[in-house]
């Protein structure tokens, strides 16, 4: 059913077209009736506003451009009760108090624009919602400047692509405890489910909403990272596509069942109608990327966090997308070309493949161990007080990093107090279990000259983390040496510099 601002309540499915009498306030009759309203329909903003109806809600629709939110009713009217908006001031005049504002539209700029024209045509109390991948500062700022005009601003992070906002997302909204009481159970309605659980719940103020989905990405390009890893020594240990499409449905059965390697599978099994082979044989080998990875990187380099295999997946797309540099240097430097199994055959490619496996399951556990770690200082640097059972309840389905680790992850926080994931546990013991798999395929790695940063960083990190005594020790006395910097003593407090240029004696400092 569509509701045109300008006409009569539709009963039936609209006819295309309805809604496009332009129309500059809406009647009184439809004052206050939509309990939801979305601005832009592009994609994200459509299917989302699709989900709302088909859920029940009546959503207030407005784009800049009406020809967009005519497309829309036309398609989909008969999903449930859209009211067309033709202008902002009709839009927000369409909504029920306090009025539920949800911004989909291009980060950045785009949604200053419509914060700026929105924000004098709204009351105190009203909450506006930024449903795009924005930057988390942006999100504290924001919020920050409308509270002071009495109104909540909720960064939302929503996951699941163009399906998921139609289907069912995860949706990880910040913002004040109020707006989300007016909000959530609208969010909540829509999101993915598990066992009955949505996969939306409030994680903070301000901006930890953002901060999570951004952090949910950097987990997703390490996660794409390792997946790609595995299937680098796959090839190099002689299996095409099709085999290896295979491989990746079988493990999709087991520990590491997961959107990301079901899209693999079908990836890896898609062929080429103009080569006849295999697609990813004809697909060029440079990795794009927009930011939120990066993005997740800053920030711990910000906060101190170590993320290297998360940082390491981001530098992986860039080196990828590196033509001159890669010509360049290919042409000048030797080294093994065998791939990690030429010879392999029999049972010993099958040991190496569940090596590959045990290695992936191993890395990924080091990637959600660091994401959510960065989530815990942020939130104790912010006062965010986010809770991390919480986090990967929601990420357990509707995103791009679903995964059927997630519901472990959520047991383990659920269980037990942790600082990081890797201590829990049933995480510990897996690791125990497939540790020495991991360093097989890394050193088979670097012997073969086959390139695995993510799967090396992430080995790394484990064991800088076990590490009784780290080389630290050394960088602190070569500071203390050129720049004075100090350093503490094992067996004493305080601070500590020797005179290195005098007579080598130790003073407290
Ligand atoms: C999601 C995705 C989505 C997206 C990003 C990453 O949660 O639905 O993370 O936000 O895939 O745009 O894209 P890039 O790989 O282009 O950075």
Redesign the pocket.
Known sequence: MTVPPSGPVGSTSPSPGTGTTPASSTPPGLTGTAVVGVVGMAVMGRNLARNLARHGHTVALYNRTTARTDEVVAAHGHEGTFVLAPDLASFVDALARPRRVIIMVQAGAGTDAVIDQLVPLLEEGDIVVDGG?AHYTDTRRRERALRAQGLHFVGA?????EV?ALEG??IMPGGSVESYAALGPILESIAAEVDGEPCCAHLGPDGAGHFV?MV??GI??AD?QFIAEAYDLLRGAGLDAEQMAGIFRTWNEGDLDSYLIEVTAEVLSQRDARTGGALVDSIVDA???????SWTVQAALELGVPVNAIAESVFA?AASSHPELRTAARAALSGPTTGTGSGRSGADREAFVEDVRQTLWSAKVVAYAQGLHLIRVASQTYGWDVDIETVARIWRAG???RARLLERIRGEYAANDLVTLLEAPSIRDGLATTQASWRRVVGAAAQAGVPVPGFAAALSYYDTLRAERLPAALIQGQRDYFGAHTYRRVDDDGTFHTRWSADRSEARV
């Not at 990795?287 to 990875?293: F, P, S």
Request: overall charge positive.
């Open positions: 991948n992070g929503i996951s699941g692509g998921g997302p995860s989905k949910h990405n997703e390009y794409m990795a794009g990327q927009k930011g939120t990875g797309r995103c791009i990093i």
